[in-house]
């Protein structure tokens, strides 16, 4: 690694989107979400398929994680490459992560191609991004700390000198406090309270 900086934020959306496109009679309806798990993509997806039960097909793609090595593209019955792909294409064109997009159509009785449907998926998936609010999200480490009463100010310094949110407050003879650390700062926060005496941390 030497001094490259860690890379600890990323691009996300703030909240759901959409996007529409039409060709030809048929209606290409995207909806952009932030997620963070597969288990919520696999929520919203189903809800979606209730939802829009009438539909030929729901394809969708997401990525997820700081690094966004969590991604899947889904055709849903269309030809293969022509639907989920250039759903993940705009997903990747924008530098999003944590990001599900999925594109409901309803087909309009005239078959648009390859090219077309590529368009119409790209299109479609491009406008419910655009509509939506990105937003810079930090990747962190959540940790809780454990120290003595005596080694309170100590611990409390080094919250206050790297601006750390508190949570969870116990103060006993035994005290405890979680905090968020994001990616870039854990080596020093680290190194800071393994110079105070009696701390141990434990990761969340």
Do not use: W
Not at 75 to 85: K, Y
């Amino acid at each position: 690694m030497g001094d490259t900086p860690i890379k600890d934020s990323y691009k996300s959306i703030a909240a759901e989107a959409r996007g529409l496109f039409k060709d030809n009679g048929s209606r290409f309806i995207a909806h952009a979400y932030p997620v963070e798990t597969e288990e919520e993509v696999k929520e919203i997806v189903a809800a979606l398929k209730k939802e829009y039960y009438d539909a030929r097909h729901h394809v969708y793609a997401y990525r997820l994680g700081y690094t966004g090595e969590k991604f899947r593209a889904n055709d849903d019955g269309e030809p293969s490459g022509s639907s989920g792909r250039p759903v993940l294409g705009q997903i990747d064109s924008n530098e999003l992560s944590d990001i599900l997009v999925v594109v409901v159509r309803y087909f309009g009785g005239i078959k648009l191609g390859i090219p077309g449907l590529i368009r119409a998926y790209k299109t479609s998936a491009a406008d419910a991004i655009a509509n939506a609010q990105i937003v810079e999200k930090i990747a962190s480490k959540m940790y809780r700390v454990h120290f003595g009463y005596m080694s309170m100010n100590s611990v409390m310094k080094v919250m206050k000198d790297m601006d750390l949110e508190q949570k969870n407050q116990v103060f006993d003879m035994e005290c405890s406090i979680d905090t968020s650390v994001r990616l870039s700062a854990v080596d020093t926060f680290l190194k800071r309270m393994e110079d105070v005496e009696g701390c141990h941390l434990e990761e969340l």
